[in-house]
T-cell receptor, first 115, second 115 residues
Framework: DVKVTQSSRYLVKRTGEKVFLECVQD?????MFWYRQDPGLGLRLIYF???????EKGDIPEGYSVSREKKERFSLILESASTNQTSMYLC??????????????FGPGTRLLVL | AQSVTQPDIHITVSEGASLELSCNYS??????LFWYVQSPGQGLQLLLK??????LVQGIKGFEAEFKRSQSSFNLRKPSVHWSDAAEYFC?????????????FGKGTKLSVIP
C-alpha cells in the first residue's frame, strides 16, 4: 500500500512565524503535491513537484514556498504565517504519468491554526 | 482551463436507500476522472477512476460511476447506502501539465445518512 505521511496532524502557530509542513511518501513516486482545503472551496493546488529540486506553482502559491531535496520528501513553507493561512493542508504523491497509473495518493492532512 | 461542478453541497439519505452524486466537468480533451471520499478529519481516499474504455467504472465500497461524454458528467452511484458512507465526496478531473498531470477538484458533496 502507498503510504503518504505528514509530520503533524495539528499545528498551532502565531502570526509571523515561519512554518514547515513535511510530507514523506514511501512508494518512490516522482510527483508530489501540496493542497489546501477550506470549507466550501474544495481542494486547491498550492505547489507541485515532478522531480527532485523541481517545483511548479499551482493555483494559489502566494505566501508559500516549497522544497524538494530528496525524492521521498516534499516540504511546504509558510515564510511568515498569517491568519488567512489557517486551513487543512493535504499532501499527495503519484507515479510518473502512465496510463492507468496516474492516481494521486493523499496523506492524512495537517490542520494548521494561525493565531 | 478545466473545472468541476458538484451541484449538491449536502445530501441526506436514509440507510438502505440508493445514492447518486452529481459531477459535471469542463475539459477540452479526453478527461481522466476521479472520485475521492474523505471521512471527518482524514485525508482523501480514492473510490474509483476513469481513464478510458468501459464507461461504467466499479470502485471500492460498492460504489460505481458512469462517464457520459455527451453530458460531460461522471456521476457516482451506490444502490444501498450504509451509515459508514457518511463522509464528504469529491469529484476531480485530471489534466496534463508540466511533467505531470494536475487534478482539479469540485467543492465536494457532504453525505449524511439517517439510520
Amino acid at each position: 500500500d502507498v503510504k503518504v505521511t505528514q509530520s503533524s496532524r495539528y499545528l498551532v502557530k502565531r502570526t509571523g512565524e515561519k512554518v514547515f509542513l513535511e510530507c514523506v511518501q514511501d512508494m518512490d513516486h516522482e510527483n508530489m503535491f501540496w493542497y489546501r482545503q477550506d470549507p466550501g472551496l474544495g481542494l486547491r493546488l498550492i505547489y507541485f513537484s515532478y522531480d527532485v529540486k523541481m517545483k511548479e506553482k499551482g493555483d494559489i502559491p502566494e505566501g508559500y514556498s516549497v522544497s524538494r531535496e530528496k525524492k521521498e520528501r516534499f516540504s511546504l513553507i509558510l515564510e511568515s504565517a498569517s491568519t488567512n493561512q489557517t486551513s487543512m493542508y493535504l499532501c499527495a504523491s503519484s507515479p510518473l504519468p502512465r496510463q492507468s497509473q496516474e492516481t494521486q495518493y493523499f496523506g492524512p492532512g495537517t490542520r494548521l491554526l494561525v493565531l | 482551463a478545466q473545472s468541476v461542478t458538484q451541484p449538491d453541497i449536502h445530501i441526506t439519505v436514509s440507510e438502505g436507500a440508493s445514492l447518486e452524486l452529481s459531477c459535471n466537468y469542463s475539459y477540452g480533451a479526453t478527461p481522466y476522472l476521479f472520485w475521492y471520499v474523505q471521512s471527518p478529519g482524514q485525508g482523501l481516499q480514492l473510490l474509483l477512476k476513469y481513464f478510458s474504455g468501459d464507461t461504467l467504472v466499479q470502485g471500492i465500497k460498492g460504489f460505481e460511476a458512469e462517464f457520459k461524454r455527451s453530458q460531460s458528467s461522471f456521476n457516482l452511484r451506490k444502490p444501498s447506502v450504509h451509515w459508514s458512507d457518511a463522509a464528504e465526496y469529491f469529484c476531480a478531473v485530471g489534466a496534463r501539465g508540466a511533467g505531470s498531470y494536475q487534478l482539479t477538484f469540485g467543492k465536494g458533496t457532504k453525505l449524511s445518512v439517517i439510520p
